[in-house]
């Protein structure tokens, strides 16, 4: 099972939008609906941001939307705060009781 | 509240063994899959496989099959890990993380603080 496929960094300024690609196939996101993504900062566990592609936890602010289409998925983080600075992974269900994770997206305030 | 409390840090020698362990509480821990996921210096994160505490049942990622054993103890909630012929390239922080709905395979919506293991001769 190939890592899903991220950017490696991505950037914006505090208060714009900035939106991380997911890409999988159509044996993982292309075929579930169970794309996740997770925060990382640095020295700490990873933290769940977005389930079910679309669905925040409790907790997790309405500035984080997840969304697919066909093989990529994607997360957008609106009005970005410096708080967002961290590593981003996606993850996906990719059949036969087995999970995969993104190669993981730098996310810098400039 | 609910909590995963993972065991200190190890240190092993190229082909040893470690066992990592991960303590539940705040919920009935038979009731979510525990999945285990590291993540070595400075890389991305690396899904292992998970275990299903109510079962016992097993599923492990292909590239750790025949070297990784997942385990669990119900009457102190506590899952553990194996993996044997360890490696340098074995070195990394390894998570253990709760599956998010009951008895299904979904997301990871709590994690262990994540526990060192460094393989070095």
């Known amino acids: 099972q190939s890592a899903l496929t991220q950017p490696p960094s991505a950037s914006g300024s505090p208060g714009q939008s900035v939106t991380i690609s997911c890409a999988g196939t159509?044996?993982?996101?292309?075929?579930?609906?169970?794309v996740s993504w997770y925060q990382q900062h640095p020295g700490k566990a990873p933290k769940l941001m977005i389930y079910e592609v679309t669905k925040r936890p409790s907790g997790v602010p309405d500035r984080f939307s997840g969304s697919k289409s066909g093989n990529t998925a994607s997360l957008t983080v609106s009005g970005l705060q410096a708080e967002d600075e961290a590593d981003y992974y996606c993850s996906s269900y990719a059949g036969s009781n087995n999970f995969v994770f993104g190669t993981g997206t730098k996310v810098t305030v400039l | 509240q609910v909590q995963l409390v993972q065991s200190g840090a190890e240190v092993k020698k190229p082909g040893a063994s470690v066992k990592v362990s991960c303590k539940a509480s705040?919920?009935?821990?038979?009731?979510?899959?525990i999945h285990w996921v590291r993540q070595a210096p400075g890389q991305g994160l690396e899904w292992m496989g998970w275990?299903?505490?109510?079962?016992?049942?097993?599923n492990y990622a292909q590239k750790f099959q025949g070297r990784v054993t997942m385990s669990r103890d119900t009457s102190i909630s506590t899952a553990y890990m194996d993996l044997s012929r360890l490696r340098s390239d074995d070195t990394a922080v390894y998570y253990c993380a709760r599956d998010l709905r009951p008895y299904q395979l979904n997301s990871l919506d709590v994690w262990g603080q994540g526990t060192t293991v460094t393989v070095s001769s």
């Open positions: 159509s044996s993982d996101v292309g075929y579930y609906n169970y």
């Open positions: 275990i299903n505490p109510n079962s016992g049942g097993t």
């Open positions: 705040g919920y009935t821990f038979t009731a979510h899959y």
